[in-house]
């Protein structure tokens, strides 16, 4: 699917079990924030599963079908919340910059996360039939909790941009040629986020 949309989607991998080592606080609590049924594989368009069940297995061929579905009527909605984000990377940090405009006043409690990203990693995973397995969009960090940051009030009003920057340490054991950044916008509905709109940029 990231192949086939390219730019048009944000791609995000979430890590649950199988002993993978790129599990992190995020990633559970992304996995957490899933309702409905819980078992993997599964893939998500935006905050709704798109996999298609027969009996209690997956149907590859309808699940594709269905996924490809949910991104068309996506990428044909209105856009509430514009999002932008750029980076620039040193010797042992990246500094991200990022901005959302909203495009019509909002009611509710958004959210902003920046994320550090990687692609291209090679590490075991139990459940695959080959090792190692190459993972991509995989979340390292975080410019603050699991879902980031509260969007004030003066920020969601209509034509507002709210403009910052965050600066990650690159851990000596990540790939700094294969580092990117994304920003998520979520809106709070009960005890759930949901995503709103996504950029992603890369940082070489």
Do not use: C
């Amino acid at each position: 699917m990231s192949e086939e949309y390219q730019d048009k989607i944000v791609p995000i991998a979430v890590h649950i079990k199988y002993g993978d080592p790129m599990i992190t606080s995020i990633s559970t609590d992304i996995a957490a924030n899933r309702d409905g049924q819980r078992y993997t594989p599964q893939l998500w368009v935006n905050s709704k599963n798109a996999m298609v069940l027969a009996g209690s297995s997956i149907d590859g061929a309808a699940s594709i079908q269905n996924i490809r579905a949910q991104i068309d009527q996506h990428i044909a909605s209105n856009v509430q919340v514009a999002v932008g984000v750029s980076s620039i990377t040193n010797k042992n940090t990246v500094n991200v910059r990022y901005k959302h405009k909203a495009l019509e006043s909002l009611d509710g409690e958004y959210y902003v996360s920046v994320y550090l990203m990687e692609n291209k990693i090679f590490a075991q995973q139990s459940s695959s039939s080959y090792n190692p397995t190459e993972h991509n969009y995989v979340i390292r960090a975080s410019n603050s909790s699991s879902f980031g940051n509260n969007i004030s009030e003066e920020y969601l009003v209509n034509d507002a941009i709210f403009e910052a920057s965050h600066t990650f340490i690159i851990n000596e054991s990540w790939q700094k040629e294969n580092l990117f950044a994304t920003i998520v916008v979520w809106k709070k509905e009960g005890d759930r986020y949901v995503v709103i709109n996504a950029n992603s940029n890369l940082v070489y």
